[in-house]
T-cell receptor, first 112, second 114 residues
Framework: AQSVAQPEDQVNVAEGNPLTVKCTYS??????LFWYVQYPNRGLQFLLK??????LVKGSYGFEAEFNKSQTSFHLKKPSALVSDSALYFC??????????FGKGTRLSVIA | ETGVTQTPRHLVMGMTNKKSLKCEQH?????MYWYKQSAKKPLELMFV???????ENNSVPSRFSPECPNSSHLFLHLHTLQPEDSALYLC?????????????FGPGTRLTVT
């Protein structure tokens, strides 16, 4: 069965600094990988995905993620953090016909 | 907004009540999903419908009963719930159920069972 791990419950970063939110996964086949963000009292919003092709994926709001097959990772990055990026971030994975599995989430706090 | 609406946004119900949650998507999608989001737990998939057919029931107790009358509407019928069922219930849709398309989420219904 597939699984996804977000090793950090909380990430704190100063505004203007680069940010990284970590995600590792385990699947039996080729992974479909997603990042979602959740703001308070809202549903999840799609940021970006990797299905196939270029390992570096660019998404909404200046976010990007790199698919690393050898390390089974899909870390979310942004070169310069904004206070408005503060939210809960979820990594998700599936393979083939299996349902999407979400990580437990990482709370990002960007400090002015 | 995401094009997925959910009503009501908040619901308080007793354990003997019967209520229903409604989800509607305006995106022309063919797959719809129910998720449960509890504090300190990962998002839990409950049900999946693809082209109005239920394709996934993730061992959900029978006190939760889904209904998908068409590709735009999804309901979750609730009866004799337990306090541990209190959570945020999220509806989502995607172009289809193949898994390559991202999901669009509604704002959720915050359910409290007393």
């Amino acid at each position: 069965a597939q699984s996804v791990a977000q090793p950090e419950d909380q990430v704190n970063v100063a505004e203007g600094n680069p940010l990284t939110v970590k995600c590792t996964y385990s699947v039996s086949g080729n992974p479909y990988l997603f990042w979602y963000v959740q703001y308070p009292n809202r549903g999840l919003q799609f940021l970006l995905k990797y299905i196939t092709g270029d390992n570096l994926v660019k998404g909404s709001y200046g976010f990007e993620a790199e698919f690393n097959k050898s390390q089974t990772s899909f870390h979310l990055k942004k070169p310069s953090a904004l206070v408005s990026d503060s939210a809960l971030y979820f990594c998700a994975v599936r393979d083939g016909n299996t349902p999407l599995v979400f990580g437990k989430g990482t709370r990002l706090s960007v400090i002015a | 907004e995401t094009g997925v609406t959910q009503t009501p946004r908040h619901l308080v119900m007793g354990m003997t009540n019967k209520k229903s949650l409604k989800c509607e998507q305006h995106l022309g999608h063919n797959a719809m999903y129910w998720y449960k989001q509890s504090a300190k737990k990962p998002l839990e998939l409950m049900f999946v419908y693809n082209f109005k057919e239920q394709t996934e029931n993730n061992s959900v107790p029978s006190r939760f009963s889904p209904e998908c009358p068409n590709s735009s509407h999804l309901f979750l019928h609730l009866h004799t719930l337990q306090p541990e069922d209190s959570a945020l219930y999220l509806c989502a849709s995607s172009r289809d159920g193949t898994g390559i398309y991202e999901q669009y989420f509604g704002p959720g219904t915050r359910l409290t069972v007393t």
